[in-house]
């Protein structure tokens, strides 16, 4: 071989075609059987444990810190994980089943990794003990109907108009009850229900979330958050003399520049007298007095453009008293669009009245001593799309309220869809968990063994919210299953809060019934799939890395 390099052995196949055997194989590295098993419950056992601290009311929050060194504080679970740099092959599968849960519900994405790691933590003990793999998968199968059945029976249907939506408000609680913003949950719970409400088809009961836009500005109190019928641009008037408010507004919404047109090619261009160049102003400024001309005859009273225009446009626009705004982002000038009912017009030929926005108030807010400007267009004719303006001391804060709201606004949409709401606190899991117990003792096939280990698995819930509440993990869960066992009470739950009631409807902590059941079903899925892996086949450092 060249160089000296044994690159590999010179073989020849039935056609005397010859080929070089790679000596690479040998550096892969392969897992069989159960230490595959071992390999794979192991890293997401780890990625479950990372999280599991941050459930419930008294969850601690993760500071996540990222490649280039921007800095995330955070008590979501999906967003601890996707933000997490994670490596190995398995523990991939429960950052997707979070962004899965996330995508699908909104809420509740730390709780079905924990859910997910407890079940192959269970697993584990019964594959050492020899059952096979597709053998405990099957009795995941069996035990989760079994739960999703007990939590559809114990769930109360509730009537969401009733007491000024009141059911709505104390879900989104509690989402909002384990966040940063714990301490204004009721306000922000209100915001999220007034948000969602506005936006929501009634014909479908179904939530459009682009049309709730949640901006934040960093500086004033968390109880600064305000909800806006209307939409807020972070954009200012661009002339400083122009008025700050203007009412009744028919404003022009354009994605065509504010300057003459440039050739496509390149172009130079020789100016050898005086006259040349009056000729070529004067030439520029018709283009600005015909582009003006077109906005003044469509009644149109303030121009809201997608580009930029130079300081003769600007000035020119000042001097006929036509307010205008400049630099509106393309999704920003379609809320707009769709909350003002206008037209978004590319060439100004095109302007006419049909095509412009009503409005009854565009305003320019201002913030604290910094002259951080804001704009507020208000009474939109087509009043489909609101704003959240979201207040806080610094950029994390405003972030992870950013992130709260939308976590409460999920859970808002999902009570409008199905009304029923079961209980929080790992009442729920407890109440799955004593049904499948009951339910194995009837099963006399092998299954019965991996029916009672979902059952344990499920009790890893109520324990971790015990144990992040500082309160003793077995003693309590031990105490709260005998409770709803004695009371025939599938309500009875932790008292995180040490409220003094472990009834969570007295307490009004409960979630929509269709999260918890989609947790159960993606959790058990993800697990089967992860128990039918019985070889991984792998270069060698990735494993050691593993």
């Not at 490596?87 to 849960?101: F, R």
């Not at 709780?111 to 059952?131: C, F, N, P, R």
């Amino acid at each position: 071989m060249a160089g000296g390099m044994n690159l590999g052995q010179l073989a020849v196949d039935e056609y005397g075609n010859p080929f070089i055997i790679m000596e690479e194989q040998s550096k892969k590295k392969r897992l069989r059987g159960v230490e595959a098993h071992k390999a794979n419950i192991l890293a997401a056992k780890a990625i479950a444990e990372t999280i599991r601290s941050s459930m419930g009311p008294n969850g601690m929050d993760k500071m996540v810190v990222g490649p280039d060194g921007d800095v995330i504080v955070t008590n979501d679970g999906a967003t601890i994980l996707e933000k997490m740099d994670v490596q190995h092959h398995i523990a991939k599968l429960l950052v997707d089943l979070s962004k899965s849960q996330d995508h699908e519900i909104g809420d509740g994405t730390t709780g079905v990794v924990v859910m997910a790691g407890s079940l192959l933590e269970q697993a584990m003990d019964l594959i050492q003990k020899g059952m096979h793999p597709l053998r405990i998968a099957h009795g995941y199968e069996e035990a989760c109907e079994v739960a999703v059945r007990r939590i559809e029976e114990i769930a109360r249907k509730v009537d969401i108009h009733a007491e000024d939506r009141a059911a709505l408000r104390k879900a989104a609680s509690t989402a909002l009850g384990s966040k940063v913003v714990s301490s204004r949950k009721d306000q922000l719970a209100k915001i999220s229900v007034d948000a969602v409400l506005s936006v929501a088809a009634t014909d479908r009961f179904d939530v459009n979330f682009d049309l709730i836009k949640v901006e934040g500005k960093v500086g004033g109190k968390l109880e600064d958050t305000c909800l806006i019928r209307g939409i807020i641009v972070d954009k200012d008037f661009s002339h400083p003399q122009m008025p700050k408010v203007v009412k009744d507004v028919k404003m022009a919404i354009l994605t065509c520049p504010f300057e003459p047109p440039k050739p496509k090619t390149k172009h130079k261009l020789d100016i050898r007298s005086a006259e040349d160049y009056k000729k070529l102003y004067e030439n520029e400024q018709q283009y600005f007095r015909t582009q003006i001309k077109a906005i003044q005859d469509s009644g149109a009273n303030l121009t809201i453009c997608q580009w930029g225009f130079d300081d003769e446009a600007n000035h020119l626009l000042y001097q006929h008293k036509m307010p205008a705004v400049r630099w509106v982002g393309g999704v920003e000038l379609e809320l707009i669009a769709i909350a003002t009912g206008g037209r978004i017009v590319p060439r100004f030929e095109e302007l006419t009245a049909e095509k412009l926005g009503k409005a009854g108030c565009v305003r320019e807010i201002t913030f604290g001593t910094t002259k951080d400007t804001m704009l507020v267009i208000e009474d939109c004719a087509n009043s489909k799309a609101v704003t959240v303006l979201v207040r806080g001391g610094n950029q994390m804060v405003v972030d992870e309220a950013k992130r709260c709201l939308h976590d409460a606004n999920c859970c808002v949409r999902n009570l409008l869809r199905d009304p029923r709401v079961v209980p929080g606190g790992g009442a729920s899991e407890m109440a799955a968990s004593i049904a499948i117990q009951q339910a194995s003792d009837k099963t006399d096939s092998l299954e019965q063994y991996s029916m009672r280990a979902f059952a344990n698995a499920l009790n890893v819930i109520p324990m971790a919210l015990a144990e992040n509440s500082g309160l003793s993990s077995i003693g309590e869960m031990a105490a709260m299953k005998a409770k709803q066992v004695s009371d025939s009470n599938p309500w009875i739950g932790i008292d995180c809060l040490q409220v003094g009631t472990s009834d969570m409807w007295e307490q009004n902590v409960y979630e929509a019934c269709v999260s918890k059941v989609n947790q159960l079903r993606l959790a058990t899925q993800v697990v089967k799939m992860i128990l039918k892996i019985d070889d991984v086949i792998t270069s060698e450092d990735v494993i050691e890395e593993g």
